[in-house]
């Protein structure tokens, strides 16, 4: 096989040599080593621009296919579930349904929050732990669409949940807290952890060795201590305090779709209830399919690249927020403006993926990077909303759309200086490999 790894010399934990002894014991037979079914550069033929794992060996097929039915299908109905309704979030929302006052329902939210915080910044770390270049973009904008999903369906169930009224006792509303549970078990017994670590019960050891193997050629490294000096060279890295800025940018730049906006104008316009629900999820359609357009542009056509997808959202939000700002344009401008801020929100996934790759050298900081990309972002969150989305400036917010302009500009800009930065680091280590060699 062209480009194939032909050796291996595995070493480490008794795992590696139960996993890699296996492999040789079946060398002779019909079973292929690990290093017969990998490619240190994944082949690309037009098949990988529908789906990555056509070009793969039968054994890393079957491999993936297991991994994204496990950790995909978890990760996205827990996402889900997350939007489906805000107050829903695991065995603690069960606990909602019995909530009778204010006072206990801020108590469990703040306990909700507290576990809902570190979902996704954990499962995205967790997707960069097990997948190749070539697939983690699809994966980690699978993900993050769930949340659109969340949202757009939640719109749907909210204006028909007055059905379930009085069901048992309970209100409408309180039927989808229950669903969260069977999901958060099921994540119990089935999450795979890291590739080095996991005892998931359907892996076999020589699919463990494939998946080792495969961070190893990504050069992904594996767990080490944190210490003092670590901590030192990731916060003198360039790559925490970009990666943090342009995450919180994205987080915050997509008010349009994030902030009731939409909504808000309709019922101005004198939209029935049910319309003002159904409505926005129009906005949620397209962010779902301008996620799934950058995840497959950027895995294939840009071979990798992940600043594309982020300039073009950036102009096609500055596109829909200059006529916001203006506000007195037509009806039918301001439809289409409130539409197109969908093509802002799919990005998220990219970020993550860029974050995974730049930082691949170092677990701890590829770990720390991603959580606090995710954690800065939502501290802003929690206070700019309350400066530029002021209630009684709906739906006009004055200070709320030219906001979104500026951070569309800023995007953009940050996204062609990782993209410097990055670039020029490749270089330089190519350039100290050379030296040393």
Not at 295 to 301: E, K, P, Y
Not at 354 to 374: F, K, P, Q, Y
Not at 379 to 388: H, K, M
């Amino acid at each position: 096989m062209p480009g194939s790894i032909r050796e291996i010399q595995p070493r480490g934990t008794p795992t590696d040599e139960k996993s890699v002894s296996v492999l040789n014991e079946g060398k002779d037979s019909a079973t292929p080593s690990v290093t017969e079914v990998l490619q240190k550069t994944p082949k690309s033929s037009w098949k990988s621009y529908i789906w990555d794992t056509f070009d793969k060996s039968p054994e890393e097929r079957r491999f993936l296919f297991k991994l994204d039915a496990v950790l995909m299908t978890l990760a996205s109905l827990g996402y889900f579930i997350k939007y489906l309704d805000q107050v829903t979030w695991s065995v603690l929302t069960i606990l909602l349904v019995k909530c009778e006052t204010a006072t206990q329902i801020y108590v469990l939210r703040f306990f909700i929050g507290l576990a809902e915080s570190t979902f996704y910044p954990g499962m995205q770390y967790i997707i960069g732990s097990w997948y190749r270049k070539d697939e983690l973009a699809k994966r980690s904008c699978l993900f993050h669409a769930m949340g659109n999903v969340g949202s757009m369906v939640s719109g749907y169930l909210m204006a028909g949940s007055h059905n379930l009224d009085g069901v048992h006792g309970y209100a409408g509303w309180q039927w989808f807290t229950i669903v969260s549970l069977p999901i958060a078990i099921s994540g119990f017994f089935f999450m795979p952890d890291l590739p080095e670590i996991t005892k998931a019960w359907y892996f076999t050891p020589e699919e463990i060795a494939l998946a080792k193997k495969r961070m190893e050629l990504e050069g992904r490294a594996q767990r080490a201590p944190y210490n003092k000096a670590k901590f030192i060279k990731i916060f003198s890295s360039w790559h925490i305090w970009t990666l943090v800025t342009l995450y919180i940018i994205f987080n915050n730049g997509n008010g349009g779709i994030s902030q009731p906006a939409f909504p808000l104008w309709l019922k101005a316009e004198g939209y029935s209830v049910r319309e003002v629900n159904i409505y926005p999820t129009i906005a949620e359609v397209v962010a779902i399919i301008t996620t799934l357009i950058y995840a497959w542009t950027s895995d294939s056509l840009f071979k990798g690249a992940r600043w594309p997808a982020m300039v073009f959202s950036g102009v096609v939000k500055i596109i829909a927020y200059v006529p916001l700002t203006i506000w007195d344009v037509p009806n039918s401008l301001k439809w289409a403006c409130f539409i197109l801020c969908g093509f802002g929100g799919g990005i998220s996934g990219l970020t993550f993926a860029w974050a995974h790759e730049i930082c691949s050298d170092d677990n701890e900081e590829r770990a720390l990077v991603t959580g606090a990309m995710n954690q800065m972002a939502y501290v802003f969150q929690a206070w700019l909303p309350l400066i530029i989305w002021q209630q009684v400036e709906a739906p006009a917010y004055p200070k709320g759309y030219p906001s979104m302009i500026a951070l569309s500009v800023a995007l953009i800009v940050i996204a062609f200086v990782i993209r410097f930065l990055h670039k020029r680091e490749i270089r330089l280590k190519a350039t100290a490999g050379r030296s040393v060699a």
